[in-house]
């Protein structure tokens, strides 16, 4: 017999990050199942059959997320599918996580929010890299009062792609954006989690290869962004798949500094367990290590301390979700900040267009 807080599962799109991050942060939840699964690539559908044993599959979304055994629903496909899929299965009363960004502009990211709302499902944006430790404690401290005032936000991610072929991530109408969407997505939402809402900003993105892997790249391979927060803060974002020599992995460099009125503060997601920090007018920056209570979520089934923990984070979105649909309460990161983000870039790349700040 099923217990009655058993969640079942379907997952669309079987492709990296599912393999990587989705089936095996599901695999640590307790009474949850993967009942279904969808891809519209026959062999990559086969192969997911094959490894997890599941066996329900389409490679038609519609087959899978209207079934009345599928309680929630993860959307792990190119960014183009990603608002269709999600409406779907917000019609038929699913629970989402969906992959960022979250759809192709705001328009399509906003009515998801709106959908998810009205039906009363969970919905949840997969911003990752909110769940490493360090930054879900320097969130805290920030919530706390520890920076004072924030003057400004700083971010940098660079990685090293080369000219290497990135697949549906170099065509516009699939991807939306290069660099902007893929990467620098996650960095807004950690904006808008330590700072909070922008005002106005400027931008610009740039294409150094116009060819990858010798097919037609139409997106950018840098962008950056410098920003206004309502607050009075101001932001510098940066990301770049040009950054020769720094890698590609998530181990290359993802930097995130804070400056307020009371102390600063670095976050690496390297030093998944360390933050610096310098108290105004202090001799300079020191490290702190991250309390242990922070090293996963609140009922998380993972060992903390097993594994590589530059991977293992990423299972604690899982865990988000599953809570959060138990008892009944809003995921973090949701839809919202999802379609937030998603107002960011839009406004990114109307100022990359046009030369002129953005107010958003
Ligand atoms: N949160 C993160 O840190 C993170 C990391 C990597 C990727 N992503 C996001 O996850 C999504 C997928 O990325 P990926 O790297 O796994 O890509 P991928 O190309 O490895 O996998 C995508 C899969 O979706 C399938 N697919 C395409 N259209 C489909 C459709 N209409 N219905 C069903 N299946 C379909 C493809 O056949 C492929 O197997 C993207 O939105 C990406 O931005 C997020």
């Known amino acids: 017999m099923p217990s009655a807080r058993a969640i079942n599962f379907a997952i669309v ?21 993967v009942v279904a699964l969808c891809d519209s690539d026959a062999a990559t559908l086969e192969r997911a059959r094959q490894q997890t044993g599941v066996t329900i599959t389409s490679t038609r979304h519609e087959d899978i997320v209207r079934r009345e055994d599928v309680h929630a629903v993860i959307i792990a496909t190119p960014n183009f599918t990603h608002a269709p899929i999600a409406l779907d299965a917000i019609t038929h009363g699913k629970h989402v996580l969906c992959e960022k960004p979250l759809a192709l502009n705001h328009a399509d990211a906003q009515a998801m929010a709106d959908a998810a709302k009205r039906a009363g499902v969970r919905h949840m944006t997969a911003f990752t890299y909110r769940f490493v ?7 805290h401290l920030v919530q706390r009062g520890d920076l004072g005032a924030p003057y400004h936000f700083r971010s940098c991610r660079l990685q090293d792609w080369g000219t290497r072929r990135v697949g549906w991530r170099q065509v516009k109408k699939l991807a939306g954006t290069g660099e902007l969407g893929d990467m620098l997505s996650h960095r807004i939402d950690f904006a808008h989690l330590l700072v909070g809402p922008m005002k106005r900003l400027v931008a610009n993105l740039k294409q150094w290869h116009p060819v990858r892997g010798g097919q037609p790249n139409e997106l950018d391979d840098w962008v950056t962004i410098l920003a206004d927060f309502q607050n009075g803060a101001t932001g510098v974002l940066e990301s770049s798949k040009l950054a020769s020599g720094r890698n590609e992995s998530w181990r290359s460099l993802d930097y995130v500094e804070l400056n307020g009125s009371e102390r600063s503060f670095v976050f690496i997601t390297g030093d998944w367990n360390k933050l610096q920090t310098g108290k105004v007018g202090g001799p300079g920056f020191e490290t702190i290590e991250i309390p242990r209570e922070f090293w996963k979520l609140p009922g998380s089934a993972r060992d903390a301390g097993a594994g590589d923990p530059l ?16 008892s009944g309460r809003p995921c973090a990161p949701s839809f919202h900040d999802g379609a937030r983000a998603l107002a960011v870039m839009d406004a990114a790349v109307k100022s990359a267009e046009t030369g002129q700040w953005i107010e958003l």
């Open 311 to 326: 991977v293992t984070f990423r299972y604690d979105q899982a865990w988000e979700f599953v809570d959060a649909i138990r």
């Open 13 to 33: 799109g079987c492709g990296g990050i599912t393999l990587q991050n989705h089936l095996p942060g599901l695999a640590l939840c307790p009474d949850v199942k």
């Open 133 to 139: 430790p360090a930054m879900r404690y320097l969130a």
